[in-house]
Structures are given as structure tokens and as C-alpha cells.
């Protein structure tokens, strides 16, 4: 019908608009009442071309992953108020979309000399304070020259990435370096709990006397349970989704993503969608738990 109402808006000049609306077989109050609401309809149009743009731009931002609830959380911290609905059409419209996340594939191989510490944490994935409660793992991203292995330490109250190393194996070294860049930048505290699969790496020699020496307290989930480390599976479902799992010319290439990915983007731009952190990056929440002791 609108089609109609656009023709004879168009003909009016040439033909009278009885003629048309007879011709067409509309009634001339319904062609009159779209013609009155045609300038409200140019004024939405502009309005969510607008907030089309402000969502492209963040779209692009966030290396086109981010979906509706971290747009609409994006926005809302630049100061628009923004019906989360309407965010959601205007997505859809223009097919604006982001990831979802790709299944992970374990690297744990248990060694089966080693008696592994207990798991003392009971999926419990939240501490009251940094320093406090640790999480890794260990991933893999494939290159043209093999694969790049990459260990991480997440810091449990703020899912900031404290600590990582990447190498061309996945020995104890590669998480004895991640453990120590974890120490030096995370303040941990005397005590502070260690928790991993485990893998050959974690219940090494090496790794048991590093911890011994910094003082920490390691603790291990089960073998091939994914729940029993969900924190740090879920970390690598976001730098797969994130960065893609295509195969780089080299090693030094996904290096460079893999450092990027940490230190600009997730650390300090990546928003946490769960209610304990209330849309901040892993940084804000720390600076949030430093003010907080400050006070």
C-alpha cells in the first residue's frame, strides 16, 4: 500500500489526487494520513541511521565480535541511552552481527607418575580481591611453520590476563615463564591459589619448586572436565573467536595478534557481561578494587 501512497505523492503534480485515488482505488483519508506521517517516518529513518553509523563503528572497533548486549553495553557508557530492542532491529536490518564462539579442543595430557594437588577451588570462578585466585591453561594457534603455544594466568576477580608466554613447545618452562610474568605483575599475594589441569606441565618438578618458591598454593581440577577449569576454556573461546583460528604465515605473525588481542583489546576494552562485573574491562575492575582498599 505504501507503494500506492508513494505514487500518487508523486503524480499529484501532474494528475489531481481525486483522479488518482479513484484510479488506484484509495481512499483519499488514508493517502492523506501517510502523507502526514511521512515526516515522522524520514525523522526515524535519519535517527536509526545515526545509531546505525555509532554501531558500526564499535562493530569495527571490536574486530567485528561484538553482538547486541555488549553493543548496547558500549553505547550506554558513552553516555546513550539506547533501547536494547531497537539496537537489536537496527543490527538486523543491516546485518550487522557478531560471533559465536568455535568448540575448543583439549591440550591436557595427564601425567600419570605425578601426583597432582587437589582441586580445592569446587568451580568456585570468583575471588573478593586481586592477587588472591588464579586460572590457566594452555592453547595452541596454528602457523605455517607448526603450531604456537600459548599459556595464560587469568586473575579471577577481575578476568585480567596476568601472565603469558608463547613458544613452539609446551613444556614446564612455557608455564614456569607465564607463572613468573603473573607474579611480577599481578601483586600476588603470599598464599595466593594456583589453579590448573592436569597437564604434564603443571604437575612438572619444575613448576611445583617455582611455586614453592614464590610462595603460592597450587590446586588441580580433573582430567578431561572442562568445568572443573571453565574460566579459562571460556577465555580461549573468546581469542578464537576473536582473532580467528586461521592458519598464519608464522609464528611471529600470530605473536603479534595473540599480543594485541591481550594488551589492547581484552585487558582494557573487552566488557564483561556477567552481573558481577557490570560491563567493565578486566582493568576497570581492578581499578575499582583498588579504590575500593583504598577507601
Not at 515522522?40 to 574486530?63: P, Y
Not at 557508557?77 to 546485518?95: F, H, P, S, T, Y
Not at 595478534?257 to 567493565?280: A, D, Q
Amino acid at each position: 500500500m505504501s507503494e500506492l501512497y508513494r505514487f500518487i505523492h508523486a503524480e499529484k503534480a501532474n494528475y489531481p489526487i481525486v483522479l488518482l485515488c479513484r484510479v488506484l482505488q484509495v481512499a483519499r483519508s488514508s493517502y492523506y494520513a501517510w502523507r502526514e506521517g511521512e515526516a515522522a517516518r524520514r525523522a526515524r529513518r535519519s535517527v536509526d541511521d545515526a545509531l546505525a553509523h555509532e554501531i558500526t563503528v564499535l562493530h569495527l572497533a571490536s574486530r567485528r565480535t561484538y553482538g547486541v548486549p555488549r553493543i548496547h553495553a558500549e553505547l550506554r557508557r558513552l553516555g546513550r541511552q539506547v533501547n536494547r530492542k531497537r539496537i537489536a532491529r537496527v543490527m538486523r536490518e543491516r546485518d550487522i552481527r557478531g560471533v559465536t564462539r568455535r568448540k575448543h579442543r583439549s591440550l591436557t595430557r595427564p601425567d600419570k607418575k605425578a601426583t597432582p594437588a587437589p582441586d580445592l577451588i569446587g568451580r568456585d570462578f570468583h575471588a573478593k580481591r586481586p592477587g588472591t585466585k588464579l586460572v590457566g591453561d594452555i592453547t595452541y594457534l596454528p602457523t605455517a611453520e607448526g603450531w604456537l603455544y600459548l599459556a595464560c594466568w587469568l586473575d579471577l576477580a577481575t578476568r585480567e590476563v596476568v601472565g603469558y608466554a608463547m613458544a613452539n613447545h609446551h613444556r614446564a618452562e612455557l608455564v614456569v615463564d607465564t607463572l613468573d610474568m603473573a607474579h611480577g605483575r599481578g601483586g600476588l599475594e603470599p598464599g595466593c591459589v594456583i589453579h590448573s589441569d592436569r597437564g604434564s606441565e603443571y604437575t612438572s618438578t619444575r613448576f611445583g619448586a617455582r611455586m614453592r618458591e614464590l610462595g603460592l598454593r597450587q590446586i588441580c581440577g580433573r582430567t578431561g572436565s572442562c568445568f572443573d577449569n571453565a574460566a579459562a576454556e571460556s577465555f580461549w573461546a573468546l581469542l578464537k573467536e576473536e582473532i580467528g583460528t586461521r592458519i598464519r604465515p608464522d609464528r611471529a605473525t600470530a605473536r603479534a595478534e595473540v599480543l594485541n588481542f591481550i594488551e589492547t583489546f581484552y585487558n582494557r576494552r573487552h566488557l564483561r557481561k556477567h552481573k558481577v562485573f557490570g560491563h567493565l574491562t578486566p582493568a576497570e575492575t581492578r581499578q575499582r578494587h583498588q579504590h575500593t582498599l583504598a577507601a
